[in-house]
Every structure is written in C-alpha cells, then in structure tokens.
C-alpha cells in the first residue's frame, strides 16, 4: 500500500511540472523606454515562445492616431512590421495582441521616442521652419503597463489537466490497491 501512495505522489509531482507558462515578450525594437535618435522603418516585436499568425501589433502617437503597418509578418516566436515611412519626432505606444502556443490570448503596451536631430534647410528656400523645442517636462513618459493575463485567473484548460492527472493517479491507487489484495 505504501508503494502505490509513494507511486501516486511521484506521479502526481511529476505531471504537474508540464504545465507550462504563458508566451511574453521577451525583447523589442525599438526597445521599451528607448530614445531613438536615427529612423525607425519597422518594430520587431519577439516572445520567448511560438505565436500564432493571427497575432497584431499597432502604433499610436501621442495624440492616439495609429500609424499605419504597410505589412505584418509572424516567423515563430517574432512579429515584425513595417511602416510605410520613417517615423516623425514624439512619443509613440505599441500595442500588441497575440495568441501564444498555448492558445491563450495575451496582450501587452510599452512606449518609445523618437528624437531625431532635424536638419537645417538650405538658405535658397522660401519658408524656414523652426524645430519644435519641447519643454523636458513634456517628454516624461507615463508609466508602461504590459498587461498579461490576470495572475487571479487560472486557465480552464490548465485546470483540466490538473483534475484529469489527479483522477488518473487515484484510479490507478484504488486498481493497483484491489488487485494487490486480490493475490493474497
């Protein structure tokens, strides 16, 4: 009888430790945070698992108008898209929405600033512009939220596995119990 609860409790132990963690992002281009002083043609978005091909990403500027993505391409684990031209001087969000490899749904935002040196124009030209100056109070970012998943929510589909291994493992006990005493 010790043996099967000693059998029982090793496999329970050992079953649970597949279950695996959701996918997240684990870097990008531009980063989170990131003072970009050169143009920023495409973000490159990578996760430390494979993602589905429905995922999206999306890019707001400051005043939350979205910057178009000429095209969207999901290779494994990264995401990257384009845009049809360099991104302009601001701050801007991305925000990302993607289904792992475990088919949970899971989006997060993060921002970066685009701050690049305008070059003068050349004294022929009629109008002159001046280069915006932005007060530094200006340029503060607003705390990042990268909203996962709930922690306070457990997935049904995790949960299942977890009843279905304990029932397996307590069927096994009781069989492995009568038969045991059936040979005696």
């Not at 978005?45 to 178009?68: A, G």
């Not at 001087?89 to 993607?98: A, C, H, L, Q, S």
Request: aromatic fraction near 6%; glycine fraction near 8%; hydrophobic fraction near 40%.
């Amino acid at each position: 009888m010790k043996r099967i609860i000693c059998a029982t409790v090793i496999l329970l132990f050992a079953c649970t430790t597949t279950v695996s963690a959701h996918t997240g992002l684990t870097s990008s281009l531009p980063a989170e945070g990131e003072d970009i002083t050169e143009d920023v043609h495409e973000i490159v978005l990578e996760f430390n698992s494979e993602i589905e091909s429905t995922s999206t990403v999306k890019v707001f500027d400051k005043s939350k108008k979205e910057i178009t993505i000429s095209s969207t391409q999901v290779s494994e684990n990264v995401m990257t898209g384009g845009f049809l031209s360099p991104l302009d001087n601001g701050t801007y969000t991305v925000e990302w929405k993607i289904i792992g490899k475990d088919g949970h749904p899971i989006q997060g935002t993060y921002s970066f600033i685009v701050s690049q040196v305008e070059l003068e124009e050349p004294v022929g030209t009629e109008e002159k512009q001046e280069p915006a100056v932005v007060p530094k109070e200006k340029t503060i970012e607003e705390p990042v939220e990268q909203s996962m998943e709930d922690s306070s929510k457990i997935a049904s589909n995790d949960v299942l596995v977890v009843i279905l291994v304990i029932l397996f493992t307590v069927a096994g006990g009781i069989f492995g119990w009568i038969i045991g005493r059936r040979q005696k």
